[in-house]
């Protein structure tokens, strides 16, 4: 069966194309393109949704093309020309995209697609319906069915894939070899979640920020400090420098309390303070920049952590998975990594070009998904949900 997955949630517009087998419960990669809009949103100093939407609408078809060229399927199929109405009404609101995509079809033959996978949520309610109407134009060309994927899913499920997955006729780690259950700690820009793994497609959330995502956090600190959206990378490239410093304290918010909840806008706030009072005595250069940055690593870090294994001991996890767009984090990462050395935990981390947004995990999770006897929704049912919910 030939997959293709289309993920554009925020600001990456990605298609992949995956091709799985009766007998096996992994699958090959024949083709993955991701179009990154960081550049095009740096400028406004975080993701603008209507630009998203436009940057998806403008990317989506050309990565198409692209993806159907790279996977070397043979051309076979030839477009009915009695979907153009169809197509046209999905993409009602992209009639530009709705145009140049049927011109696409007619002018040649179409590879055999047996399954549309698209992210339906969460993420930016604009950026999402592109997507999904895209997605829903495409099921009607290829005439198959979609499988609907949650984004959070789809990051717990990105550990799954090995680091030479194109190269690779099983692009998966067995998903057998995975003890139960686990925990995976999902941090991004947009979320900061503990989830309780009962098995592949079991999901429970445990426990969630009450406010602003880590990553969110990380973005407007570094906003703060004067460096360019998106600031996480930057924070982490400048603690590197950074030394501790008595002036230089945060709060570590909601350390102590007993139970999983997260929050970083009183984090956020504190630094804010901090680095106005630093600016005002004049003591603001490029070293006490980084001793900033290293503290509010060190605070995130130190919250991330012990809610972490608090959770890992209430429910005698087996496995930690982190992962989302903040788990590129080399301080972060590694401080997970010493700490389950010492508890025996095993840590599943996503490759680094896997922890940004995808729609290899996409695929993924909706492959783990179907094979926990999830079935396809009629593309006229398929909505976007921003604030989507994993269960
Ligand atoms: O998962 P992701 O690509 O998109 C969302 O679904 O939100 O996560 C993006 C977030 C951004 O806030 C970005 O600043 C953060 O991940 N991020 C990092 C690092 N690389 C990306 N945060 C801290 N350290 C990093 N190295
Ligand atoms: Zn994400």
Redesign the pocket.
Known sequence: MNILAIET????TAISVIQTSEEKDNFKVLSDLVISQIETHAEYGGVFPALAKREHAKNLLPLLKQCILDSKLELTKKYNEVHDEDIHTFLEREQNLAEKLTAFLKSKQLPQIDMIMVTHGP?LAPALWVGVNFARALSVAFECPILPVN?MEG?ISSILLKENYLHEQEALLPLKSFDFPMIALL?????TQIILVKNWAEYEIIGETIDD????A??KV?RMLEMPY????K??LAARQGIPDERVVLPRPLLNSKDYRFSFSGLKTAARYLIADLKEQNLLDEQMRANVAREFEYACRDVLLKKTFGAIAEYGAKGLIIA???S???F?AESFKEKCEEYDIELFLPEKKM???NSLMIASAGFVNMLHGEKTTPQENITAIGNLKIS
């Not at 941090?187 to 979320?191: A, C």
């Not at 995502?213 to 969110?216: C, D, L, P, Y």
């Not at 998106?230 to 990378?233: D, H, I, K, S, V």
């Open positions: 949630s925020c600001d990456e993420g984004h990051h941090i991004s820009g947009g979320h995502a880590v990553g969110e990380f973005d570094a998106p600031g996480g990378p924070i982490s989302g767009g903040v590129a984090n080399t972060i922890c940004g947004d």
